[in-house]
């Protein structure tokens, strides 16, 4: 895995391909259905009979799993669970859940969500971990593993859902509630009276940054105490309109996430119907690959080689998709506290879109901790970031007030 690559740069670069990719209901080309993800031959991922009668978060399966050399001392446990995707509709999900040997019933529980590049269903975390190649967890290990000396349990949510629509933000929200809610459910854990923290950066903070916001409305029982977020993209639509046309080294990625979306939005985000036959070639490719084959196909290509059109095609529904996944339009507040943080400079996000969002929330009356760092690029600040985002949900969980500095 390129660690030079986040989906942060992703999100930015498929917005494009998105702009100029023609969204006209009046085409006369053949209609060209979504690409999905072959099922995992793990019969464990796959949906169950009572899935459609299971309430969000209700475990549906749940096995132990081997142990993790990366995490010494803790027990894993897998848990299926029914949740929603963005057309309301049940779906199967996945989330591992690590328990320290130090850990007491109502001890803490953390939910990490990771960076998860990828379309094919053994990019999830859950399978990562199981890899003789663990790149995804080798930078979070320290982190994790710091909270788990300290007893505190922790879920890493396969946020992307099993279709891996990756580029839906809104969803990765929706599964993190809901994993949270099974781990919950599942009484040998211990985690039914735990206090709850959140922690993600870029893309894994897109999925905590929507969790804190939706969970009012969507999992008010949940007792979260602290949630901490950085380098969220934070409008979707800002970056549409800032981005040029050139051809860029992790296109693969962006036209990756293109796939994501159109599995999401099928209807909304016709992707497949305007791509040229290269475009197709491109995309059944990648449509079972992980970060570095990604990357490979889509190397040296730009939105031109792909589409059948670049006229820039600003559809409604088009930007209504991306301005649900954008934090900066969606009315929620969060009522659990907040730190969030950022580079001072960060060529890769909208900045203003996440200082529009913060004021909004502080005007509302959150308790949000805002902090800016000295960084040189997107990657540096989460490094830098991670020591105080830890500090503080660790004070949260002592009981300690939450400073504001709204």
């Not at 660690?3 to 740069?9: A, D, E, I, N, Y």
């Not at 690590?98 to 975390?125: E, W």
């Not at 629509?165 to 929706?174: C, E, P, S, T």
Request: hydrophobic share 45%; with cysteine.
């Amino acid at each position: 895995m390129l660690r030079s690559v986040t989906s942060t740069t992703v999100a930015t670069i498929v917005l494009v391909a998105l702009s100029v990719i023609p969204l006209s209901v009046g085409t006369s080309m053949a209609a060209a259905q979504p690409i999905y993800p072959a099922p995992d031959p793990d019969s464990f991922y796959a949906a169950t009979a009572e899935l459609g009668r299971a309430a969000p978060g209700a475990v549906l399966a749940v096995r132990t799993m081997p142990d993790l050399p990366m995490f010494p001392g803790t027990t894993s446990t897998m848990i299926k669970f029914r949740s929603t995707n963005s057309a309301g509709t049940p779906i199967a999900a996945t989330t591992t859940v690590l328990t320290p040997s130090n850990h007491v019933p109502g001890g803490p529980l953390l939910s990490y969500q990771h960076i998860i590049n990828g379309l094919g269903t053994q990019c999830a975390v859950s399978r990562v971990l199981y890899t003789d190649n663990p790149d995804l967890m080798i930078r979070e290990a320290p982190a994790l593993n710091a909270v788990l000396l300290r007893g505190w349990s922790v879920v890493l949510p396969d946020h992307l859902g099993p279709t891996s629509a990756y580029g839906a933000a809104r969803l990765g929200g929706v599964l993190t509630l809901d994993s949270l809610r099974a781990a919950r459910n599942v009484a040998r854990l211990g985690l039914a009276d735990s206090p709850i923290t959140m922690l993600g950066y870029s893309g894994g903070g897109m999925a905590t940054a929507w969790a804190a916001a939706l969970a009012p409305r969507y999992a008010p029982e949940l007792p979260l105490v602290g949630v901490a977020a950085g380098g969220v993209p934070m409008n979707l639509v800002t970056m549409l309109e800032g981005i040029g046309y050139s051809p860029h080294p992790v296109f693969g990625l962006a036209f990756a996430a293109a796939i994501g979306l159109e599995r999401e939005y099928p209807a909304r985000l016709p992707i497949s119907e305007y791509l040229n036959p290269a475009g197709m070639a491109v995309r059944d490719r990648i449509a079972n690959s992980c970060t570095n084959d990604i990357l490979i196909a889509g190397a040296g290509r730009s939105v031109t080689d792909v589409a059948t059109s670049t006229s820039l095609a600003y559809e409604d529904r088009a930007r209504a998709v991306l301005r649900e996944n954008s934090l900066e339009f969606y009315d929620g507040i969060p009522t659990t506290p907040i730190f969030q943080w950022r580079a001072f400079y960060d060529a890769l996000i909208p900045m203003d879109a996440i200082d529009n969002t913060i004021r909004r929330y502080c005007a509302a009356g959150a308790r949000v901790q805002y902090e800016l760092y000295p960084s040189p690029d997107h990657l540096s600040a989460a490094v830098l970031g991670m020591p105080a985002a830890l500090s503080w949900l660790d004070a949260r969980v002592r009981g300690e007030p939450a400073p504001s500095n709204c």
